[in-house]
């Protein structure tokens, strides 16, 4: 078997394709992941048992049922119930939701280590609970929970070749579809692999920086 | 004017009104705080007049920092109530019925006291300025220029006119200290609760930091509840001093009684103990 440079070149203009759209269920996967990790972690709190006790089940069962049994799920059945989104739309709401149990614990820890001090100096002011999490807590529990947040970014790119299962053409879907058309199969999939690395490690090395910066 | 030098038969009354004037401004009212099993509080009866300076002593766990938290809505009473002027703080009355304070209830009261903590607890995400002016803003609804100009003049009270730009981690200790003591003069509490404000500063910092506390005490009438183990402080500016000891108050009266001759003997041993 030899490796064929020119089936690379061939490849390319699927593969950038394929790179595009793992990058935007990506970003918007991790918007939806951050936003809703958010809304767990502060229901989680929340003094009402109806609010905490739901989100608990639903984190709960999403944290520990398959990815891909959850895009599936998604995107066959949910049609049956009269909601049909395209391939990428369920892909990123299905990666997003997964990623928001976990951030939601990470949430949760960060909003745990805010010193109980800053809490009594919030009352002893007067600032309104809103005011309270707003301006005081939530700056400095995202802040020390930024590089954990990026870590799961790092996960969620790696666990984007599942929406291939749903037909979403991202890098591993276009890799897939070159070779079945061309029979060549060592040099799509060696491409996607290394673009993984391209993506993955800088964006860890970054990380560790912003960690350095933020952790003091 | 000054307190009674009294035993635990009478309950403490800082001021007694017959100055023009004069109001009395805090008011515990049989409060009891326990912790699990453990009364940290019995039955403290106190009454505090307006502008009056009080410092509890007594040795740690006799409930001293625990008013103070009461004071502060920080902690609820298990029993009893405490009132600021003629509203209750830990209570409201609904259909002239007394039931414990709503948090929106208690958060307006309590804009009228300002506490010191031993650890500052400033906010690091602010700049000093903002920690000044943050809560007369977001709470008292002050513009952002006038909040400003009020905490200038603050930061210059307490000499850290040149630091408002930096925050908190950058500052010492004691510096830390006294912006916490500006963020709370910020909004304007007729009521200051200092908790061993220098407890947790080096030695070479309290003493800057006691100075500022004894201007304020000198040229404000705020009236000031203070826990502390600086007795020489203690003397200087209170009008009453309170011995505290398992939960209740043993001995009260003015600092240079208390300090000279103290009736208890329970007194005599802590004091001979920190002085």
Known sequence: MTFDWSAIGAFLPMFWKGVLVTLQALALGSLIAFALGLVWALAQRSSLKVVRWPVTVVTEFVRNTPLLVQLFFLFYVMPEWGLTLSALATGVIGLGLHYSTYTAEVYRAGIDGVPAGQWEAAVALSLSRRRTWTAVILPQAIRRVVPALGNYVIAMLKDSPMLFAIGVLEMLGEARQFSSQTFQTIEPYTLVGVAFIAIAYPASLLLRALERRLVR | ?275
């Open chain 2, 1 to 275: 004017m000054s307190a009674e030098h009294s035993t635990p038969n009478t309950p403490p009354t800082v001021g007694d009104g017959a100055n023009s004037g004069e109001t009395e401004l805090i008011h515990f009212d049989k409060v009891t705080k326990r912790f699990g099993t453990h009364t940290v509080l019995d039955a403290l009866d106190m009454k505090v007049f307006a502008g009056k300076h009080v410092t509890l002593i007594g040795p740690s766990g006799s409930g001293k920092t625990t008013i103070l938290r009461l004071m502060m809505t920080l902690l609820k009473p298990d029993e009893g109530t405490i009132k600021l002027g003629d509203r209750y703080l830990t209570h409201e009355e609904k259909g002239g019925k007394l039931v414990p304070a709503s948090d929106r209830y208690s958060r307006e009261i309590r804009k009228n006291i300002g506490m010191v903590f031993q650890q500052f607890n400033l906010f690091p995400n602010m700049k000093v300025l903002r920690n000044i002016t943050e809560a007369p803003v977001h709470v008292l609804g002050l513009d952002k220029d006038a909040a400003e100009e009020r905490a200038r003049e603050l930061l210059e009270l307490v000499g850290l006119t040149a630091h408002l730009d930096k925050y908190p981690t950058q500052l010492s200790g004691g510096q830390q200290q006294r912006v916490a003591i500006a963020r709370a003069l910020a909004m304007r509490p007729q009521v200051l609760l200092l908790d061993e404000v220098t407890s947790a500063l080096d030695p070479e910092l309290v003493a800057g930091v006691l100075d500022l506390l004894r201007d304020i005490a000198h040229s404000t009438d705020i009236t000031m509840l203070c826990v502390t183990h600086e007795m020489n402080f203690a003397r200087d500016i209170s009008d009453c001093v309170m011995m505290f000891d398992a939960g209740r108050v043993i001995e009260f009266g003015p600092p240079e009684q208390i300090f000279t001759e103290p009736e208890n003997e329970r007194t005599r041993e802590f004091l001979s103990a920190v002085l």
